[in-house]
């Protein structure tokens, strides 16, 4: 177990509606990473967020939205959802010690459009 | 030309081999190397860590750093089918303001 919580499991939506996915970092962590992964892809990296402030941002799509808490629970918002959003969506958190940063991440959510 | 570059595979070997996965990098900011390591509809799980060059072992795995080639790598000793997973490779500079970057990973199978 990684530490990293995300909710929920599986979605499954239809085109053009709106999801909201939701991750509690490990206890200590101040940053949170979203990637996406379709399936046989390799992990994208979508947006980071540190201590509540955006860090920096990937491949985002502008339906795509993020935000981190006062708490450091973060949650991606994906909307007017299309075909090819189907994928796992991945949050990660880290923090930066001595020796670099490690990340971990949740388990993901399936997240399908049909 | 990418970042951090990794051979998609798959590479198949029989039970017992000795494994080698691979990335090669062109930035030579890169300070810190991670080899993840992700079963089929999981999340990556971070299964070596090593800072600049040099090699590092855990148990059965070792992770080589070469940085004067901008290339590292993962040797996975008595190979088992419980290794059967996508590794992906991953970097990052020396500072917070850094980003990771990951390699597109290699995909694994052990043969019983």
């Known amino acids: 177990d990684s530490g990293v919580t995300q909710t929920p499991k599986h979605l499954i939506t239809a085109t053009g509606q709106r999801v909201t996915l939701r991750c509690s970092p490990r206890?200590?962590?101040?940053?949170v990473y979203w990637y996406q992964q379709s399936l046989d892809q390799g992990l994208q990296f979508l947006i980071q967020?540190?201590?509540?402030?955006?860090?920096a941002k990937g491949n985002i799509l502008e339906r795509f939205s993020a935000q981190q808490f006062p708490d450091l629970h973060s949650e991606l918002n994906l909307s007017s959802l299309e075909l090819g959003d189907s994928a796992l969506y991945f949050c990660?958190?880290?923090?930066?010690?001595?020796?670099?940063?490690?990340?971990?991440f949740g388990s993901g959510t399936q997240l399908s459009v049909l | 030309q990418k970042e951090v570059e990794q051979d998609p595979g798959p590479l198949s070997v029989p039970e017992g081999a000795i494994v080698s996965l691979n990335c090669t990098y062109s930035?030579?900011?890169?300070?810190?190397f991670m080899w993840y390591r992700q079963y089929s509809r999981k999340g990556p799980e971070l299964l070596m860590y090593?800072?600049?060059?040099g090699n590092k072992e855990d148990g059965r795995f070792t992770a080589q750093v070469d940085k004067s080639s901008k290339y590292i790598s993962l040797f996975i000793r008595d190979s088992q089918p419980s290794d059967s997973a996508t590794y992906l490779c991953?970097?990052?500079?020396?500072?917070?303001?850094?980003?990771?970057?990951f390699g597109s990973g290699t995909r694994l199978s052990i043969r019983p």
């Open positions: 990660a958190s880290s923090s930066w010690g001595t020796k670099g940063e490690k990340l971990f």
């Open positions: 206890s200590g962590d101040l940053s």
């Open positions: 967020y540190y201590n509540g402030e955006e860090r």
């Open positions: 930035n030579s900011a890169f300070q810190y």
């Open positions: 090593t800072y600049s060059s």
């Open positions: 991953a970097m990052i500079g020396y500072s917070s303001a850094s980003k990771i970057i």
